[in-house]
Structures are given as C-alpha cells and as structure tokens.
C-alpha cells in the first residue's frame, strides 16, 4: 500500500530526488502545491528550525504526514553565508543565475584554498502538526567554490561548487552519482533508516 508524504516545497528537482529514494519504499512523495498549500513563514534562525515550521505547516493545512528540507549553502570566507538564505541570496527567491552570479562576484579574487564550503540538508518529518517528536536529519557535502560556472545538471548552486572527489562541478555529475554522495542524500540515508518498515522479532 502506497503511503503519500507531502513534501513541503514545489521544487521539482527536489520532487524528483525524494521519489527516487523513497518510492522503493512504498512511499509517493507530492508536492504541496497540489493540495493548494502556501509557503510557511520561514523566519526561523537555523536550518533545523525553518525544516520543523514548514512541515508542520504542511501537515496542518493538508492532515497528512509531512516532509520538510531545508538546505543551503555555507562559505567559510563569507562567515557561513548565504546559510539559511540561499535560496533568494540575490534579493529574488529561486533566482539560481542570479545567485550564483552574486556568489562568484563576492568571491572574485580569492585564492581557492579560501573558497571552502558545503552543502547543508535538514529534513524534518511529522505524522501530523501536533507530532511532539519529528524525525530531525541533517547531511553535508564538503567542496569549494569555483571561480565560474560549471556544468549543466542539478540545480541550485551546483554550477559553482566543486566536488573535490569528482574532479567537477556538481552540476557536471550524473543525477546517479549525484543522488548517491549528495548532502540530501546523506540525509535521507539517515531519513529511511527511521521510516523503513521494521520487521518484528
């Protein structure tokens, strides 16, 4: 029996990436935005925080168990920013270009051992708004950033940060290879180890 997750996000590439992994599983993961569900006030100071408020916005508004991702970007030379706002760094939410543009031109001119970052992923999971004890995971995916941008698949911040055991951009790997050693990925590695049926003694 197929169990439906709604995902607190209208991102298809994250849409993709939850279904990928999880509907082996018995899980088919929609996104809010067919239930007509608006996007929660994240004004939230961490990661975690923003995860926690969106799912449970979710589950509110739709009764059904929900999951939230909340990610981002951290660069060491720009004391963790753009962190919790990377997606609208540039001033407009989901502006990837204009993103990265900004990222590179604030960049411009540092050495690349001072280009350090990483990728952060926290996803939230509740059974339902009142849920007292939601499933907190939290992966990361060390690289740096690049002095332009490389390659053509992912999204987000992909074609600027430089995955040091791949010799590439992120936006250069397959969406396998991708999938396997990504910071949602190592998430969700730990997500399925608390929503993989239990088998009883």
């Known amino acids: 029996m197929t169990k439906t997750i709604i995902l607190a996000s209208n991102n298809q590439g994250k849409i993709a990436e939850f279904n990928h992994l999880l ?48 990610s981002g970007l951290e660069v060491d030379y720009l004391n963790g920013a753009p962190g919790i706002y990377s997606a609208r760094f540039a001033g407009e939410h989901g502006n990837n270009l204009a993103n990265n543009e900004l990222l590179l031109k604030k960049l411009n001119g540092v050495p690349t051992h001072e280009r350090t970052a ?44 430089f995955v040091p055991e791949c010799g590439c951009s992120a936006a250069s790997l397959p969406k396998e290879v991708k999938n396997a050693i990504s910071h949602r990925s190592q998430a969700l590695a730990q997500l399925l180890t608390y929503l993989t049926p239990k088998v009883p003694f």
């Open 118 to 161: 990483r990728f952060h992923c926290v996803l939230a999971y509740m059974k339902h708004k009142d849920d007292p004890t939601p499933i907190v995971v939290h992966g990361t995916w060390e690289g740096r950033i690049l002095e332009s941008i490389e390659g053509e698949q992912g999204f987000g911040y992909d074609p600027v940060f």
């Open 23 to 70: 509907s082996p599983l018995g899980y088919d993961i929609k996104p809010q935005g067919e239930f007509n569900v608006e996007d929660a006030v994240e004004d939230g100071l961490t990661f975690i925080e923003n995860a926690i408020l969106k799912a449970r916005h979710a589950c509110s508004q739709t009764g059904l168990a929900s999951l939230a991702d909340d």
